[in-house]
């Protein structure tokens, strides 16, 4: 059975820092692109930042360039996301997601909220 399952999201005050983990099962994870999207309320799910398998990842979006890195362990099939300097605009649920040809797995979704 095919599980992502996402953790380390909660309630911060601006500034603050968050690393949300997503740990995978059920499938091969070295094998598979992996990615961060999130979804505010009353908006569209986008994309964070998404890694190859072998470690290399695409520019992060400007809004959130200098503070979000991903990250994975193939050992752990964990893939994360470093937040820093976290603002209320960074308030969302956070999703990963797993592609590989036209498999295409999504995790549940962990909260995070930035608010003073």
């Known amino acids: 059975q095919v599980q992502l399952v996402e953790s380390g999201g909660g309630f911060v005050q601006p500034g603050a820092s968050l690393r949300l983990s997503c740990v995978a099962s059920?499938?091969?994870?070295?094998?598979?692109?992996m990615s961060w999207h999130r979804q505010a309320p009353g908006k569209e799910r986008e994309l964070v930042a998404s890694?190859?398998?072998?470690?290399?990842?695409?520019p992060i979006a400007d809004s959130m360039k200098g503070r979000f890195t991903i990250s994975r362990d193939n050992v752990k099939s964990t893939v994360y996301l470093q937040m820093n300097s976290l603002k209320p605009e960074d308030t969302a649920v956070y999703y990963c997601?797993?592609?590989?040809?036209?498999?295409?797995?999504w995790g549940q979704g962990t909260q995070v909220t930035v608010s003073s």
């Open positions: 059920g499938f091969t994870f070295s094998g598979y692109a």
């Open positions: 890694i190859g398998t072998r470690g290399s990842s695409t």
């Open positions: 997601r797993a592609v590989r040809g036209a498999s295409n797995y």
